[in-house]
């Protein structure tokens, strides 16, 4: 696992962490003004929700992800709702992606635009992530389109394009993310995949994705190459150098984070293995 925050002094907002048997990687929403509605900030929000996620994991009782996610939402909103005004859209809010080895199967949870790459041993790498954030954001977006920017115009279409956004987030028909309503984990996109079919797994957060789009430095079978190569410094190290030589373009330096999981148990997880060892292990690297 690597992570690694996009501009140097700043607080990284995103979190990964693992248990035997489970990764958690988060990807916090840098959303300007979040410190005038929470004294915590997004990097706090992140790595308490992570926390809550990793503990519930680590007791490995089968519960769905779905119900793990709601309970540690609901926990993290508890813990700052009364020094933090989170009914405000722009409370802190997170990105979610969860894999889990249980009983012989690799379970998922994806809520918003973090990525999971499964490697399975035939065929190519299917690529899932959770679309309804950058739907929203396409339609949100529509009406600067033709509108010159750095002009008046701009500036107010741009505000209203915003507001559009925020009144669709944790809505019917926009888009679902972790904030402060433990009801968004019913709306994350889930799997399950037998353990047998798969050689790997990797998550990465939106700003580790850049790799493939927008810069198009490799596609995502390249990715898994350079996972199995050199690891996740490599994938955020060429990132870094595509955002620097964009230095001028609208997408400033992101947070990255990758976690790459191999060596998956067999069907025979969960069953204890030689000196207190269990199959239940997702090993990164």
Known sequence: MTTSAGKAGQPNEDFV?????????LDGAGIP?????CRHGVAWYTHRLGGA???RLSRDDGRTLTTILAEAIAETAEDHRHTCDLTDPSSPQATVAIVRAHRGRLDHLLLADSFLVLDPV???????TDEREVAARRVCAAPLDGVPGGTPEYDRVLDSCRQSL???RNQPGGYWIAKDDPRAAEEAVTGSRPLTELAGVALLSNGASRIVSPYRLTDWPGVLELLRGYGPAEVIRRVRQAEARAAAGPDAPDDATVAH???????????PGPAGTTGQGLHGT
């Not at 962490?17 to 990687?25: D, M, Q, R, T």
Request: net charge neutral; proline share 8%.
């Open 166 to 168: 925020r009144a669709r």
């Open 261 to 271: 999981c191999t060596h998956l148990p067999d069907s025979g997880a969960g069953e």
């Open 53 to 55: 996620l990793l503990g």
């Open 33 to 37: 003004g979040t410190e005038s509605i």
């Open 122 to 128: 035939r065929g190519g790498p299917q690529v899932l």
């Open 17 to 25: 962490g693992a248990v035997p048997g489970a990764v958690v990687l």
